[in-house]
């Protein structure tokens, strides 16, 4: 990839001959969906299988190309992502993109998958697997414009960086490819703006500084001068007497075997756009002047603690979310005159000025500062006007309060049903499912399980969302129920503690089930031990998270989980021993009279039923 970033003619026959001699290469490869599939191999061989092409138009690689491709399309799971290893189907019931092995999706490995896709359909790959993988990548990668960094797999934007271990570097790539011009213009700038962070990165920085320039790149001459000008002491302090580079890090080395010496020439060869990831045919629309270049630079050393309450008030309007954020929390911990202009922003301002706004009077507010913004933010809480992402963000703002917001309770209930065909990932449904929760831990007690029909139709809602951090939510509302409502949610419920829905797209599963399983416990309901040992049987979803389920599963069962602990004994439970040991120690000397009998499911979805 090195050699080919420098577009000299005298290094293709090296590469061309290097290539062919790999068995990865090869017309004939072989290639799983397998535990033997690695989706950070096949996303980075195809990467450069694909540039290869796209420079030399050497047939040979074609079927390779193809190959990697279609199995890496077929590959992903129900979100269009990836982990270490691809969704296998027989680890699915035989369904293609059902769960990933392990902990799930890291968009560290999904990214250069994504972008060998996108350099695939470049080569002329044609297939319905590509097509819909490559729609569906966009669709995701996209929802983070604007709002953050990538985070580690399915999680929330990052909005306390510019750059997560050189993740807006490959998404600014990705978006690209995918021409979309106002992902690619953010997250390029995103990367320009992280020159100061180079040598992070979680298990070392190797990938951060492989594609954090080449990502700055995309914004033009000016970013990449302006990049280099902060970052030349990292490629001059890793250079070697013999023209090599190494890797300098005082954490532990993980990426044994990777070349330093290429990741530092495909940075040093972004000026001449010879590969896609290098900038070629890159929209010069987004293109930055050099003044513009060097004020996103900028902010890598940006100190918002020395700016004055003017300079803060101002950035309330910055296109960073990182920055916006950093100008909220200071300028909200300092006295200044400025509240009633923020009070005004939320009904008069630009639209990150709105966002900033209403985040002021969010989290962690002072309660006399808050009480200043409630009545124009329930206006726009309840404004159909308004876009529901707004009214969203509000809602959360708004939960804060706690008590003092229980009459606006129904008001997001209302919301979670509404249709949201613009939320094509239901990131609005969980924002408003953190609301309800965060506003009120315990709705029975509180008095605001009135409307049943409303209440238990957004829990429903919720609990069958696609991402577990949704599920958690509708799961939590009701963690409480009473036995005689049971039956409103019990399929609902059983759904999320059978845990065989393929579709579910998080990094783990786990959350919700716990509350499902706590719910059966409390109710004392059959098969909520049977339900998180179950988890055990399945290749997806990561040990420790099993282990530290069943941890909160059987205290709640007491004395009722004594019949189990022979297979309870038999699992490992590594680091976790300790208090492993107590647990089961626990019921062993549980008082015996404190088991009573446990229901059945359908006795307990039926006893309401009948009263």
Request: charged share 25%; with cysteine; aromatic share 10%.
């Amino acid at each position: 990839m090195g050699l080919l970033a420098t577009g000299e003619k005298s290094h293709l026959e090296v590469v061309r001959t290097a290539i062919r001699e790999l068995d990865w290469a090869k017309p004939d490869v072989k290639l799983t969906l397998g535990p033997e599939g690695s989706a950070w191999a096949y996303g980075y061989q195809n990467i450069l299988l694909c540039e290869y092409y796209l420079r030399t138009k050497d047939d040979y690689v074609l079927p390779a190309i193809n190959k990697y491709a279609v199995t890496l399309a077929k590959g992903r799971d129900a979100a269009g992502l990836w982990g270490h290893r691809m969704a296998n189907p027989e680890a699915n019931r035989g369904q293609l993109h059902g769960r990933l092995y392990g902990y799930a999706v890291m968009n560290s490995s999904s990214l250069p998958c994504y972008i060998s896709l996108l350099l695939a359909q470049k080569c002329g790959v044609k297939d319905p697997e590509l097509s819909a993988a490559i729609e569906q990548g966009r669709t995701f990668y996209g929802s983070f414009v604007g709002k953050g960094t990538l985070p580690y797999g399915v999680h929330d934007p990052n909005t306390k960086a510019f750059n997560n271990n050189g993740m807006s570097g490959m998404a600014a790539i990705a978006l690209s490819l995918a021409e979309d011009k106002q992902g690619s213009a953010f997250f390029s700038k995103m990367s320009l703006a992280s020159t100061n962070m180079m040598e992070t990165g979680h298990t070392g920085h190797f990938f951060n500084q492989l594609w954090t320039g080449l990502g700055a790149g995309l914004a033009g001459p000016s970013a990449t001068t302006a990049f280099f000008k902060e970052t030349a002491w990292l490629h001059t302090l890793n250079r070697k007497w013999d023209g090599g580079f190494t890797y300098d890090s005082g954490e532990d080395y993980s990426y044994s075997g990777f070349n330093d010496a290429a990741s530092h020439l495909l940075n040093y060869c972004v000026p001449r756009h010879q590969l896609y990831i290098n900038g070629k045919d890159a929209d010069k629309s987004i293109f930055l002047s050099a003044a513009a270049a060097q004020q996103i630079a900028g902010l890598a050393t940006l100190d918002v603690k020395k700016l004055s309450e003017d300079e803060l008030f101002k950035l309330l309007d910055h296109e960073m979310p990182k920055v916006r954020q950093e100008a909220v929390w200071q300028l909200r911990g300092r006295p200044h005159k400025y509240v009633n202009d923020i009070v005004k922003m939320l009904t008069n301002g630009t639209a990150l000025q709105r966002k900033s706004a209403v985040e002021y009077f969010g989290y962690q507010c002072p309660p006399d500062q808050a009480s200043l913004a409630v009545e124009s933010m329930a206006a726009l809480l309840k404004d159909s006007k308004q876009e529901m992402s707004m009214r969203a963000d509000i809602a959360s703002s708004i939960a804060n309060l706690g008590a003092g917001a229980h009459a606006y309770y129904p008001d997001i209930l209302k919301l979670v049903l509404e249709k949201k065909p613009e939320d094509k990932l239901g990131e609005i449904d969980m924002e408003l499912g953190r609301a309800l929760v965060t506003m009120c831990a315990d709705p029975y007690a509180a008095g605001l399980v009135k409307d049943k029909e409303l209440f238990y139709a957004a829990a429903n809602k919720l609990m069958a969302h696609k991402r577990s951090y949704g599920r958690a939510t509708g799961v939590k509302m009701i963690s409480a129920v009473p036995l005689e409502d049971f039956h409103w949610v019990a399929d609902s419920v059983k759904t999320i503690m059978d845990d065989q829905d393929l579709t579910y797209t998080s990094y783990h599963n786990f959350e919700p089930k716990i509350e499902a399983v706590g719910i059966y416990a409390r109710l004392n309901i059959e098969g909520g031990i049977e339900g998180a040992l179950a988890a055990f049987d399945s290749d997806t979803g990561k040990a420790g998270f099993k282990i530290r389920m069943l941890m909160s599963v059987l205290p709640v069962y007491g004395a009722n989980a004594k019949y189990i602990l022979p297979k309870v004994k038999e699992i490992n439970p590594g680091k976790f021993k300790g208090q492993w040991d107590k647990i089961i120690a626990d019921i062993e000397t549980a008082d015996p009279v404190a088991a009573k009998k446990m229901l059945k499911f359908e006795e307990a979805k039926n006893f309401g039923k009948t009263k």
